[in-house]
């Protein structure tokens, strides 16, 4: 006698997105961290440091007061440079302040300390959202986990980090603004607002654009020049400034593209940032005329720009 299959049950077949309503996974935090400089490390460290990284992890977990993080994390995951993870979206507070400081001071230890040639700085990816955690073997698979690599990966963090004294800063951190609107400007996080800065969040090559937050718990260098967080910032505001100047001095001028001309009979200073094109006339230099353009950002003191022969009007 032949057994009649039984087709499976509404609730075990397959259900096709933007077709039928359906429950929204749990929501999960997620971090994921990144090693610099990974690949320029001998092929023959990569196992030490795939391996030094989540004791790391654990280790700043355990200083935070938060070890219970660490111990109940969902679909954990080597990533070779790096590690990943989710965990109860209630803790996010908590791994933003105290957890990167702590892991901050835990891999500057570890750099004093260890008698290792590799220095290990990391960069932290923070985000919140519905992923699949039942158990099984694929869970944790979804969009929120994609963008958490995406802002790892994401220009402003990668130079933050770039720019930074590497014997101080070990840990740059970045937040979707789901994460940052949810767990800082909420007011749940230990942290004020002022201690992250919004930037565009791109990664070359892959169709991603977002906002998010920068955090740095332990800044150097020259961070705070906007050149590294991204070209849109740096061209926002520096429009917004100059049309904020142009209609303080000349309201009747029209918006837009300016270009600023600077005239000085004894050679010419820049002092601070001066946004779009900028030309420069300078007449009656010891006999000389000098004449030019910039393009772009200047920063600091520059001299005059000669084009063609000094002498040519002597002769």
Same mark, same amino acid.
């Given at each position: ?35 610099? *400089?990974?690949? @320029?490390? !001998?092929?023959?460290?990569?196992? #030490?440091?795939?391996?030094?990284? &989540?004791?790391?992890?654990? +280790? $700043? ?77 694929? *869970?944790?698979? @979804?969009? !929120?986990?994609?963008?958490?690599? #995406?802002?790892?990966?994401?220009? &402003?963090?990668?130079?933050? +980090? $770039? ?100 005239? $000085? ?51």
């Amino acid at each position: 006698m032949s057994q009649s299959h039984q087709p499976p049950s509404l609730s075990e077949t397959p259900t096709v997105s933007h077709t039928r309503s359906q429950h929204l996974p749990p929501y999960r935090g997620i971090v994921a961290v990144d090693a610099k *400089d990974f690949t @320029g490390y !001998p092929a023959s460290e990569h196992g #030490r440091i795939s391996e030094t990284i &989540p004791q790391l992890l654990q +280790l $700043a977990f355990e200083r935070a007061g938060i070890s219970e993080v660490w111990k109940q994390q969902r679909f954990p995951s080597s990533t070779g440079d790096g590690y990943v993870f989710g965990f109860d979206p209630a803790w996010m507070p908590f791994v933003i302040h105290p957890w990167l400081h702590t892991l901050q001071e835990v891999l500057t230890e570890f750099t004093v300390h260890s008698t290792w040639a590799v220095r290990i700085r990391l960069r932290v990816s923070l985000h919140i959202g519905p992923l699949p955690d039942a158990g099984g073997e694929y *869970d944790g698979n @979804g969009t !929120p986990r994609n963008d958490t690599h #995406r802002l790892l990966d994401s220009r &402003p963090v990668k130079a933050m +980090l $770039a720019a930074s004294n590497e014997s101080i800063t070990h840990v740059a951190a970045i937040l979707s603004d789901r994460c940052y609107q949810d767990a800082v400007a909420g007011g749940y996080t230990g942290r004020h607002p002022d201690h992250f800065i919004e930037v565009p969040a791109r990664v070359d090559g892959k169709q991603f654009a977002q906002q998010a937050w920068l955090y740095v718990p332990a800044p150097s260098g020259n961070l705070y020049d906007r050149h590294i967080l991204g070209d849109q910032v740096v061209e926002d505001e520096g429009a917004q400034r100059q049309t904020d100047r142009d209609e303080r001095r000349t309201p009747q001028r029209r918006s837009g593209h300016r270009s600023v001309r600077i005239s $000085a009979s004894r050679g010419n200073v820049n002092q601070g940032t001066v946004h779009g094109d900028q030309s420069v006339s300078n007449i009656d230099v010891n006999g000389d005329y000098v004449g030019g353009s910039k393009a772009g950002t200047v920063h600091g003191n520059l001299g005059d720009v000669v084009h063609g022969d000094k002498n040519e009007g002597r002769r």
